[in-house]
């Protein structure tokens, strides 16, 4: 079994400004990591994934997030941010070897203020 | 390119009405499940199925049922619809392997009256 932790519900930040958002997760085995992004009133949609190889992907929209096993973490990062980046942010794992039925953490809500 | 289809988007119910949220995905994925999002509370899984004839429980099944006759279908029943069953479904459909992406639907927003 799997779980995953988003530290933040909220995360407020300026226009223009860097903005991370973070994730951790626990596993027993080796995970295939995720985050999903949910603009107001629509379904989920990817932003990157992490499966294995380099430890930093980078994702749409200038996002990208940093695998560290060592720290169980997968941290979300945009270096500048803007108005239509305003959304919930759900960070999902799912085993290597498992039903393949990713776990979401709780979602983070970005707002970005001009 | 539809991918995956729910309907309705918006329904009220009273309570103990019975009703059906359909999903459909055309790309052919093994994988499909049905999600509740609640304020605070993430997405929480309620049944998935992994191929047609084969579904499971989630996370938190009470009060609803699925079939899965189709590969393209699967949809989600409340038997009695409850006040405490008001929230957004989501449908999900995926390959039948660890290492793809979901692909959602936009959701259907329920309240239970």
């Known amino acids: 079994a799997q779980s995953v932790t988003q530290l933040d519900s909220q995360v407020p930040v300026f226009e223009e400004a860097p903005v991370e958002l973070r994730c951790n997760y626990s596993?027993?085995?080796?995970?295939?990591l995720f985050w999903y992004v949910q603009y107001p009133n629509q379904g989920l949609q990817l932003l990157l994934k992490?499966?294995?190889?380099?430890?930093l992907v980078k994702g749409i929209n200038g996002f990208e997030a940093e695998f560290n096993k060592s720290q169980t973490s997968f941290h979300l990062r945009k270096p500048s941010v803007h108005i239509s980046d305003t959304a919930e942010y759900f960070c999902a794992v799912s085993d290597t070897g498992g039903s393949y039925i990713p776990t979401f953490g709780r979602g983070t809500s970005l707002i970005v203020h001009p | 390119n539809a991918g995956v289809t729910q309907t309705p988007k918006f329904q009220v119910l009273k309570t103990g009405q019975s009703m059906t949220l359909q999903c459909a995905q055309d790309?052919?994925?093994?994988?499909m499940s049905w999600y509740r999002q609640d304020p605070g509370m993430g997405l929480r899984l309620i049944h998935y199925s992994v191929g047609a004839g084969i579904t499971d429980q989630g996370e938190v099944p009470n009060g609803y049922n699925v079939s899965r006759s189709t590969t393209e279908d699967f949809p989600l029943r409340l038997l009695s619809a409850a006040p405490s069953q008001t929230s957004v479904y989501f449908c999900?459909?995926?390959?039948?392997?660890?290492?793809?992406?979901?692909?959602f639907g936009q959701g259907t927003r329920l309240t239970v009256v």
């Open positions: 999900a459909s995926r390959r039948g392997t660890g290492d793809t992406e979901a692909f």
């Open positions: 596993s027993s085995v080796s995970v295939y």
């Open positions: 992490y499966l294995s190889g380099s430890t």
């Open positions: 790309m052919n994925h093994e994988y």
